[in-house]
């Protein structure tokens, strides 16, 4: 039985601080490597990311004659969530925070040569800027000001919901008779009040 001949395959990679590559699988479709690579993006927070490159291999070449490189990206902080998530397109010029609660976006306009569109999809804002330095000032403004809008509020929020949080956590374990957080783990709580 002849086995499936297979032309390429496409490998995705991500460079850590310190130069280690971490290959991130195998492919038979750049389709589904990109949407590896691109989840990939979403949790580059939880290290020291640096780049990321989707490569295509031709299969039984021998060396780097196989190897195309199809896309390469830089990860940056996020100019408005100030997270490691803001991966640039080094081929493309365009950017994206892959952050979850944020999706700034930066990219040349299609129209007009000189024109950066940037925007801020969950709070609905987009503007044009002309070079990536007054992209990245206008980024930062927006951010100073939505926090100026918010005050402290975000504080009084998150202390507010720990304060619930713990006070229910107290409750159930008087509930099941425990006395300690350990206790409560080891026995694992009902969710039901």
Known sequence: MEEPVVGEVFVPTVEEEG?????LGVFSSESIAMNVLKDYFKHSWKGKILSANLARWEVDLIGHDGLTL??????????????????????HFSALCYGTACGAW??????EEDV????????RW?????????AMIEFR?????????????????????MEDAKTRMERLMRK??????GDALGAGISEEE
């Not at 930066?106 to 129209?111: A, G, K, L, P, R």
């Not at 987009?126 to 007054?134: A, E, G, N, T, V």
């Not at 809008?149 to 975000?154: I, V």
């Not at 099941?176 to 957080?181: A, F, I, M, N, R």
Request: net charge negative; with cysteine; proline share 4%.
């Open 116 to 123: 950066i569109d940037i925007g801020v999809p969950t709070i």
């Open 176 to 181: 099941e008779g425990l006395t300690s957080l």
């Open 70 to 91: 199809l896309a390469k990206w830089s990860c940056q902080i996020c100019p408005m969530c100030e997270r490691p998530t803001f991966w640039i397109d080094l081929d």
């Open 106 to 111: 930066m990219e040349d306009n299609i129209y």
């Open 19 to 23: 130069g280690n590559i971490i290959g």
């Open 141 to 161: 403004k927006k951010k100073v000001e939505m926090r100026a809008a918010a005050g402290d509020h975000d504080d009084d929020l998150v202390t507010t919901a």
């Open 126 to 134: 987009l503007h044009q800027s002309r070079s990536i330095k007054q």
